[in-house]
């Protein structure tokens, strides 16, 4: 059977029943598209990383939450919503304040300027998933968002 990087086959043992290709192997395919995604989103959005997106757009979407919540929302640990914070905080995109019932909870929200942005940059990630989602048909894509929704 004649193969390439674009036609996998993730069942083919060889006939040693042992092959391993690494091409075909669900991480390595993963992040080869996860790569082509982030440079296309760099392409579109060079001055936020994926990850700031994702916090402001949630920001955006709940409004003022703490810093533990946000990092569940946007699926990071502790340390990393932490620095993503830290950048948004330094660049005026969030403001970083002390919950009034608990002051042990760090509240985060958008400041104006991070609600224009996010306003601005939601129409080009929609353009960043549509470019990214561009080589499957609009079924294949549905398909692919069930499946990854399935094991993410």
Do not use: C, W
Request: proline share 4%; charged share 25%; no cysteine.
């Amino acid at each position: 059977m004649s193969r390439d990087e674009n036609n996998v086959t993730l069942d083919d043992a060889g006939p040693d029943g042992n092959a391993y290709r690494l091409q075909e192997q669900i991480g390595f395919i993963l992040r080869k598209a996860h790569q082509r995604h982030v440079a296309i989103f760099a392409a579109h959005i060079g001055d936020l990383t994926p990850p700031q997106f994702a916090a402001l757009a949630r920001l955006r979407d709940v409004g003022e939450t703490s810093q533990n919540q946000l990092g569940a929302l946007v699926a990071m640990d502790a340390a990393t919503i932490k620095g993503v914070i830290d950048r948004l905080k330094a660049r005026g995109l969030v403001t970083l304040s002390r919950h009034a019932g608990d002051r042990r909870r760090l509240m985060v929200g958008l400041t104006p300027q991070g609600r224009e942005a996010v306003e601005r940059l939601v129409p080009l990630a929609k353009t960043i998933t549509a470019e990214t989602l561009a080589p499957l048909t609009a079924r294949e894509a549905e398909t692919l968002a069930r499946l990854l929704g399935k094991i993410a």
